[in-house]
């Protein structure tokens, strides 16, 4: 479980965002939405431990992010927009080495690897360069990293974005397939997405929350993407598409 409560960002005289709260439960996929600018990475890296805030508070199955940065660490893998792959590296030693890097003993790195490598479909493509790979490939390879160690949370950022129709597909199910056993915080532009996969909705417009919602309750008069343009009504069209 994640909570997030009265979270505050500012750089100087900048206010990134403002008393940010929500929660995302086990087993819960949140769709985290907002248009560009509205906080929404600078929220996920404060969650991750990537960022520090400059009031506020998050807790991770009750670990405090500040006060308890590596024990939270351990619990979350984080998926940001462009995946953190060494491209000169085959995929399986690029996984070695998140492995060694996220603490996973010399014992169990091999099985950990080969999990994921499996639970990823990145079995036949394990001994490729990371540079040499497609883009559908190399965000399952980010997924893989994400997930290696087994955490509890994941946070993921535009994991489809720039991929074909089948490769969006595949990893959609992967995501779902992920949930059953974890609070997944995903963010996109692509709203379809969050209404196939989310069972719920946090909308931030401006630095501040605006929705936090069961999905199924927002959308029983009005379409998700009614919902999203109203909620952001202070920002243009374009803002909240691109």
Sequence with gaps: M????????????LVAVERISFTANKGE???FLGPNGAGKTTTM?????FLAATSGTVRVEDFDIFDDSHEVRKRIGYLPENPPLYLDMTVVAYLQFVGRIKGIPRARLGDAVDRSLQRCGLTEVRRRVCGHLSKGFRQRVGLAQAIIHEPSVLVLDEPTIGLDPRQIRDIRALVRELASERTVILSTHILQEVAQIC????IINAGRVVVEDQIGHLTQDAPLE?????????GTSEEAIA
């Design 45 to 49: 890296r404060i969650i991750t431990g």
């Design 199 to 202: 069972q719920k909705v946090v």
């Design 29 to 31: 996929v949140v769709g």
């Design 2 to 13: 994640i909570e997030v409560r009265d979270l505050t960002k500012r750089y100087g005289d």
């Design 226 to 234: 009614e919902v999203f343009m109203r909620s952001i009504s202070g």
